[in-house]
């Protein structure tokens, strides 16, 4: 099975991106993080993008707030399917700048971008690429789905008990 890289441009985004991390280790997909900014290890990034597919490597999350550089230049450096998980910063804009940071990528170098702190949604997005060529992987994702949609129909029915006469 491939990797997935969980990058992150700074450690303060770790709390978010554990979210990921542990939606990996649920369904026993191997990863590696790393802390790699686009503008303070440009180099060391670079380096990483360039050998990811040769080391392994399968899918790209990235992770990265206010200007999220992170995702496009990691993208501009590999063919591999990347996945841009904008930050909430202590800003005005409450990681809208890193929302349209990250999904505004010029047409030629795409970045898959979920929402803002959307680190569960950008795990199974990688999940869900990785199955495509993995019937093991795909079986979990859909017992995923199946668990996910017991517990809104257990709360509906709960709901559903206690107001409907």
Aim: net charge negative; aromatic share 4%; proline share 4%.
């Amino acid at each position: 099975m491939k990797k997935v890289a969980v990058i992150m441009g700074s450690v303060s985004d770790l709390p978010v991106v554990e979210k990921a991390i542990h939606t990996l280790q649920q369904f026993g997909v191997p990863f590696e993080v790393h802390v790699y900014s686009a503008h303070r290890t440009p180099d060391e990034a670079r380096a990483f993008a360039l050998h990811a597919r040769e080391n392994g490597f399968g899918v790209i999350l990235a992770a990265a707030g206010m200007a999220a550089h992170l995702a496009g230049s990691l993208a501009a450096l590999t063919t591999l399917p990347v996945i841009g998980i904008p930050m909430k910063s202590s800003t005005f804009t409450n990681g809208i700048d890193a929302l349209l940071s990250t999904v505004q990528m010029p047409s030629g170098i795409p970045v898959a971008t979920v929402a803002v702190d959307g680190a569960v949604n950008a795990a199974l997005l990688s999940v869900e690429i990785l199955a495509v060529s993995d019937e093991a992987l795909a079986v979990k994702l859909a017992e995923r789905r199946a668990a996910d949609t017991a517990k809104v129909l257990d709360a509906n029915k709960t709901v559903e008990t206690q107001y409907n006469c």
